[in-house]
Structure formats: structure tokens, C-alpha cells
């Protein structure tokens, strides 16, 4: 029978000798209300701590023979009921010693007086805080690290379909099976437990604490029992199954990569002017895994079928920063990090969350574009460190990149070099002078670097772009409304003409007149560059470099240059 549940009526039978009959049946004169000693005995477990009575017919039965019941008899049969609120074997003894019938007890008939009540079942829960997930999904409330320990209970419950009912002190059993169920993510890997076989004890008084299981997977979890034999009785007691438990998440996670290549400005000359900006040529790639408490990996820390147990977000540079190890570029800009120019601001996102279950991700380093800040010294070979700070590798959990468990969280640095060089450069531009009947033609312009010691011709320039002709957007070529004229030319007489890829250093424009008037006279213009290739030609630091400026003169005798020598002879 079932603990907490009045059994089906049983039948105590008056049963002797009868008077003028050879044997023994019904003594069908025993009838109307007999008082009956009625006692019980604890089989197993043969004491009770908890002092729980049986009832017959509502009434609580003692232990110990003496006071007596009231059952009605009709034709020497009485029916009775019984109730037990608690677990184990036992026996009814049932006696009936007034005269005639003095010292003949009475046994049930069809009845064995020895009887096994069972729970009516197992609950398997976790009373520790946060351990219900009622939703049974990513989107419950974080409970414990994947590998933490945590309490879980069996409690040997009463009443039937109620777990939250009184429990069943007495209950003991060894031997019990424990099993999970992976809730969620529904195609992950369910991972093992800590503790898989338990036995309730006299001194556990019918609620069993585990106080060291553990799962070994991110996710969300039920406990099971199978049903069990109880006391000889086959499948005397359900199997179970607990409520959704979790969610469980990552004690730690660790951190590799693959440092992206630096793509040079000028890639094919292998340099870069500083200031300008250079980006990645192979994007790099840092590399998170998930890890419980022990450092083994854990798998379900994914974004797979879309059921985001992945936690960790990093989106933008204001997770990572640039610092310059060569200790050679100074920092004056409010916009730059640690003396590398973050301009624009890159991205990164992730890969590999949402394909497989490996418990890591990667982020990829691409879209950066950086720049040394300007400083007067020789070329010298790039070499900087990408630092993605604490707070970027920690995720909504509070999981984040660590030694060990136990640890602090951690930036996490990873260095970047490249043979390519830095140069400190500036774009020069000759003067040019001539006819006023003809354009100004070949004039030059070239790009420097400087050496350590001295400006010199910057022969591995085969990238510089130039456009003589004005950008407005770009503040690059010849702005001739800016241009100062001599006082025969004004705005709009004066024009340029030209444009390409500088070779080997070097390039060449053209300056004219409108077709009227052709004047003599100049024109001081400043050639607009990038701001790599502007210079401190006011020889004043206090003040922001400027593009070249130049002078244009038309109606002066341009001699042939291939002359050494000429003289006039009279």
C-alpha cells in the first residue's frame, strides 16, 4: 500500500472451533461491537524515531498491547480500514480475550498481517538559490559553474501527486540510481554528473542531501530515479523526475589566436609614411573557449540552433587598444592609443558559435586602420600589441578570461610585427617658370624621407596618388581661389592640370593661363596633400604642418638646361 493513502477494506474474521461441527469456520454468532485489542509491531525498520501510528478505521493503533478498538462484527466478519503515514513493514496483531473467547487472537482472514507501505514517491529538487529554470532555456537566470557543487535533495514523499507533502521519516533504501537529462540546449552534449548513485538512511529521517553534485556541461538539467523495488515489492515506487534545473555556465574560459599581418600603405614597396593609415592584410583571430572549474572544455557553450547559451559579447575597439612596442613614436593626439592612431574604429565579430558544439568562438580582428603618430626620426620596423581588456572577454555571467578558476580576469595581449618600415615623409614641389604664351609643363613633385640625419628622395614611393586639380572633400591639389597673385593675374586666370601615381618618388603637373589674357606675372599656390605628406615648413612646432607652397612665374626666360656655359662674342 502507499503511505498517506487509506488502504482498500480488509476483512478481520472471527474463525474457531464450532460447537457440534468436527472443524473450525465462521463463528457467525460473533456479531455487534467487540472491543479489540488491536497493536502494531515495526518490522522494518524495526524502531521509529519518528514515532508515526498506523490507524485502523481512523483510529491511531499503539505499539504495545493493551487498550483496546471498537469493530463491528456482523456474522463473525468486521471490515476495517488502514492508514500509515510513513514508510517501511509492518504488523497489525489484533486479539479478542473476554469470555468465551479468552486468549484466542484473531488473525485476518485473506489478509497478511505483515504489510509493506511505500512512499507514494521521490522529489527531486534543489532548494539552493536560483536553481529553478522554469523556462528550461538560455534565458534563465545563471545558478552554478559548470563543475561548482550544488545540493541536490530526494525527499521520500506522502501524499500522493503531492511532493511538497509531508515526508515519509522511516523510508530507507540503499542502492538507488541517479540519471540527467540535458533540457537544454536540446542538441548538445549532455555530459556526465558527479554523483550517479545514492542510498537514503535512517538518518537522513526520509530527505536524502547530495551536497556535492556537479554537472560536467553548460546547459540545463533534470535529475531522474528509476522505479524501484521496495521491501520485495516489484516497482513499489515510480521513477521520477525533477523540475529543470540550471542554468549552468562556464567557470572560465581561455584564450589563443592568430595575430593578423599587417597590409603596409605602400604594400608593394613594403613602408608606410607615419601618420598614414595601414591596415590588416590577413585578419587576426582570437580564439575563446569555454572551460569548467577543472579546465576541460565544455561544449554547449554555443550559440547552435540558435539557442544562445553563448553569453559574450565583443563588438567595437572600445574593447580592444593599440600600444606601440618599438618605444619610438611619441603620442600628441587626444584620438590615439599608446601612440597608434585607431582611425576609424574597426570591428570584429564572431564565428564558429553557431556551427558545431566546441565550446569556443572566434573573433576576427579586421577593419582596423592605424596609424604612428608622426615624429621626426629614421624609418623604423612596425611592431605593436593588440590588447583586448578584461572587460571585452567577460561575458553577462561574469565568466571571463582567466588563469584558472579561481583567478583574476585578465586583459589578454597579443603582439603584432612586420618588417615593413615606418618613414617620416613630406611631399616637395618645384618651382616653375616660363613664357607666358606657353602652359608650364614637367613641373615637379617628389616625396622625401628622412634618414635620421637628412631629407632624401623617397625612391620606394610607387603608391602616392596626386591630382593637381582641387578636391574640395579631400582639401588635396592646387586651390586656386587660396593662391596669392601677382597684380596681373587674379582667381580663375590661372589653372593645373595633371594627375597619377608617383614613380620611383616622383611626378609631374601642369600649370597654364586661360586662353585670355596671357600676362605676365606669378602665383604662390600651395599644393594640398594628405596630411602624411605635410611638414613643419614654418620651422614652428606650435603650429599644425602645412602641404608645400610653390611659385608659378610665366613670362620669365627659361634657358635651356642642357647649356653648361654660353657667352656672347662682339
Known amino acids: ?34 472491543a479489540v485489542k488491536i497493536w502494531s509491531d515495526y518490522i522494518t525498520p524495526n524502531t521509529n524515531s519518528a514515532a508515526s501510528q498506523i490507524q485502523v478505521n481512523g483510529n491511531n493503533i499503539p505499539t504495545t498491547q493493551g487498550s483496546t ?80 557543487a550544488f545540493n541536490l535533495k530526494i525527499k521520500a514523499y506522502c501524499e500522493s501527486g503531492n511532493p511538497a507533502g509531508p515526508v515519509t521519516p522511516n523510508f530507507q533504501l540503499d542502492d538507488i540510481d541517479l540519471s540527467h537529462l540535458l533540457i537544454a540546449p536540446v542538441n548538445g552534449k549532455p555530459g556526465n554528473i558527479a554523483i550517479n548513485n545514492f542510498a537514503i538512511s535512517a538518518a537522513d529521517q526520509g530527505i536524502h542531501l547530495i ?39 562556464p ?82 593626439n587626444s584620438n590615439t592609443l599608446s601612440g597608434i592612431e585607431v582611425d576609424p574604429v574597426g570591428m570584429t565579430r564572431w564565428e564558429n558559435i553557431d556551427n558545431a558544439y566546441d565550446g569556443s568562438g572566434d573573433t576576427i580582428i579586421e577593419g582596423d586602420y592605424l596609424s604612428y603618430t608622426k615624429n621626426k626620426i629614421a624609418p623604423f620596423a612596425e611592431a605593436l600589441d593588440l590588447t583586448f581588456n578584461a572587460a571585452g572577454l567577460t561575458d553577462s555571467d561574469g565568466a571571463c578570461y582567466k588563469a584558472n578558476h579561481a583567478g583574476a580576469c585578465l586583459d589578454y595581449t597579443l603582439a603584432i610585427n612586420s618588417l615593413a618600415e615606418q618613414r617620416y615623409g613630406r611631399l616637395m614641389v618645384a618651382n616653375a617658370y616660363g613664357s607666358e604664351l606657353l602652359p ?65 618618388g616622383s611626378g609631374t603637373f601642369t600649370i597654364d593661363q586661360t586662353p585670355v589674357p596671357r600676362e605676365t606675372g606669378y602665383v604662390d599656390y600651395q599644393f594640398g596633400i594628405k596630411n602624411w605628406l605635410k611638414y613643419d615648413w614654418d620651422n614652428n612646432a606650435g603650429t599644425a604642418d602645412t602641404s608645400p607652397e610653390a611659385r608659378a612665374s610665366f613670362g620669365i626666360y627659361n634657358r635651356s638646361r642642357h647649356l653648361i656655359y654660353t657667352r656672347e662674342v662682339y
Open 251 to 332: 567557470a572560465f574560459f581561455t584564450v589563443s589566436h592568430t595575430a593578423p599581418i599587417i597590409e603596409p600603405a605602400c604594400a608593394g614597396d613594403n613602408f608606410t609614411y607615419m601618420g598614414q593609415a595601414f591596415g590588416f592584410l590577413t585578419p587576426g583571430k582570437l580564439t575563446i573557449t569555454a572551460k569548467d572549474i577543472a579546465g576541460n572544455t565544455v561544449s554547449n557553450y554555443s550559440n547552435t540552433d540558435g539557442e544562445n547559451f553563448w553569453k559574450l559579447s565583443l563588438s567595437d575597439a572600445t574593447q580592444r587598444s593599440y600600444s606601440d612596442t618599438t618605444g619610438l613614436s611619441a603620442i600628441n
Open 1 to 34: 500500500m502507499t503511505s498517506c493513502t487509506t488502504s482498500l477494506v480488509h476483512h478481520l474474521t472471527a474463525y474457531g472451533h464450532l460447537e457440534g461441527e468436527a472443524g473450525c469456520g465462521i463463528i457467525e454468532g460473533f456479531s455487534g461491537n467487540k
Open 69 to 148: 478498538t471498537t469493530l463491528s462484527f456482523i456474522n463473525g466478519v468486521a471490515d476495517y480500514t488502514v492508514y500509515y503515514p510513513d514508510a517501511g513493514e509492518i504488523k497489525l496483531n489484533f486479539k479478542y480475550d473476554k469470555t468465551p473467547y479468552n486468549n484466542d487472537p484473531f488473525n485476518a482472514m485473506n489478509y497478511d498481517e505483515q504489510f509493506v507501505v511505500a512512499p507514494a514517491g521521490l522529489h527531486l529538487y534543489s532548494d539552493d538559490a536560483g536553481a529553478d529554470c522554469a523556462g528550461s532555456n538560455a534565458g534563465c537566470s545563471k545558478f552554478k559553474k559548470v563543475g561548482e
Open 211 to 249: 551536497n556535492n553534485q556537479s554537472v560536467s556541461e553548460v546547459g540545463v538539467f533534470q535529475f531522474q530515479t528509476p522505479a524501484l523495488d521496495y521491501l520485495g515489492i516489484i516497482n513499489a515506487i515510480n521513477s521520477t523526475t525533477s523540475d529543470s534545473i540550471g542554468r549552468f555556465y
Open 440 to 504: 608650364l609643363t614637367d613641373i615637379n613633385l617628389t616625396t622625401e624621407y628622412y634618414d635620421g640625419s637628412h631629407f632624401i628622395l623617397n625612391t620606394k614611393d610607387n603608391c602616392t596618388a596626386y591630382d593637381s586639380s582641387y578636391d574640395v572633400i579631400n582639401a588635396t591639389g592646387i586651390n586656386w581661389p587660396a593662391a596669392t597673385y601677382s597684380v596681373n593675374f587674379s582667381n580663375g586666370d590661372i589653372n593645373a592640370a595633371g594627375s597619377g601615381v608617383l614613380s620611383s
